[in-house]
């Protein structure tokens, strides 16, 4: 039994580094270990490596160090794209060399070979569609168009000009610093992409996160009845109930089922369990993705949002606490030839916390789920009638 639970725990610790990676500063993980995890594997590893590779190599390994640094975080580079088709390719090539041979099998159509294929050529295709389309990129001959698509709301979004771009930019746009333009309804820079998602490929970039998380579902499931074909097919319940004298109950053959196949399947067993937290990951960024795009808000706009809610509550804390104080000053006057309040009475009064008002985030963007969604599938800037309002 030593070997499962030296997967169980190598399993774990690589689900533990991913998750810690990947969603480290999400709100939920505030303040546990999981954050703390994020915050050394982007922050802590990289400060100790620098001081590290200084200590041992001097200052110009140092700086090139960070010469990398700048090039792989803050210059477009395929570095991640490349990652990305490594990733799709080796791990289809995997399920080509060692699972295949199932298929046809107890329980998976021989049409799944074609079906898998295909599925994979329309992932790739979504891919090259979102990092290689313009995401609405903001120039000098299309800036009037953009300003017309979204009005300022005068909230997150005032009515200025990108210093870097000497242009007006629209409302919902921002300058890329690592692209080094501004891009219309910008969502955010995606490295794996090598491109910044906006308002023109904000649908392939969902339609990736969706059918990515398909894929993935789609793979983990057919692996799955791969396994219940062979179990089938190999009568292996039939042999282990049998064979340990057994009653047929769950709990006293899982046991036996699982190391049966960790020894014959080990590949499938760990081609699932990647699949399925690949599957798990992506799931919780299409939910997000999907929630914004319903909500005709961006990533970059939910981050301005924060900004301005804390802001205006500590604006409005700060207007309770001075209008509290001034009442508070006038009732001393006029209570001056008055007795003083009991000391019960006064610990109440003092305990009154000022109301403050509160603060409602109020996006002129959201114009109901349906119509949110087409702005995504058909952007406002490439409709007929901005077209037709631009030459007006
Ligand atoms: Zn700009
Ligand atoms: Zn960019």
Redesign the pocket.
């Given at each position: 039994m030593e070997v499962p639970w030296l997967l169980l725990v190598h399993g774990s610790v690589t689900a533990l580094v991913v998750v810690s990676f990947l969603c480290g500063q999400w709100p939920i993980f505030e303040g546990t270990f999981i954050q703390s995890i994020n915050n050394f594997l982007t922050f802590g590893a990289y400060y100790y490596l620098l001081r590290l590779v200084q200590a041992v190599c001097g200052t110009g390994a140092r700086d090139l160090v960070l010469g990398v640094e700048r090039y792989c975080c803050d210059r477009p580079n395929p570095i991640l794209q490349v990652f990305y088709v490594a990733i799709i390719g080796v791990t289809y090539l995997i399920i080509v060399q060692t699972s295949f041979e199932y298929i046809p099998g107890y329980y998976v159509s021989g049409l799944h070979r074609y079906l898998s294929v295909v599925a994979v050529l329309i992932g790739a295709t979504l891919f090259v569609l979102t990092s290689f389309s313009d995401p609405g990129t903001?120039t000098a001959e299309n800036v009037s168009q953009y300003v017309s698509s979204y009005p300022y709301d005068n909230l997150i979004f005032v009515e200025k000009e990108?210093?870097?771009?000497k242009?007006t930019?629209p409302a919902r746009?921002k300058?890329?610093r690592i692209c080094?333009?501004?891009v219309a309804r910008f969502d955010h820079h995606c490295g794996w992409m090598n491109n910044c998602i906006g308002e023109k490929n904000i649908r392939y970039f969902v339609a990736f996160l969706v059918w990515h998380f398909l894929i993935c579902v789609y793979g983990a499931v057919v692996i799955g009845f791969i396994l219940a074909g062979e179990l089938k097919e190999r009568k292996v319940i039939y042999i282990l109930t049998v064979y340990y004298g057994i009653e047929n109950s769950f709990s006293g053959l899982f046991p036996h089922v699982a190391q049966w196949l960790l020894a014959v399947h080990n590949t499938q067993i760990l081609l699932s369990v990647f699949l399925a937290i690949l599957a798990l990951l992506l799931g919780g960024f299409c939910t997000y993705h999907l929630h914004l795009c319903l909500s005709n808000t961006t990533t970059n706009e939910t981050f301005k949002w924060q900004d301005y809610i804390m802001w205006m509550k500590k604006e409005n804390e700060a207007k309770a606490n001075t209008a509290a104080l001034k009442s508070s000053i006038g009732s001393n006057n006029s209570n001056a030839h008055k007795p003083p309040p009991s000391k019960w009475r006064a610990f109440f009064v003092r305990s009154q916390t000022p109301s403050v008002e509160p603060v409602v985030k109020n996006n002129i963007y959201d114009r109901g789920m349906i119509r949110n969604l087409c702005e995504v599938v058909v952007p406002l800037s490439e409709r007929k009638s901005f077209a037709r309002r631009k030459s007006d």
């Open positions: 903001v990108c210093s870097t771009c242009i930019r746009a300058h890329c080094d333009k501004c």
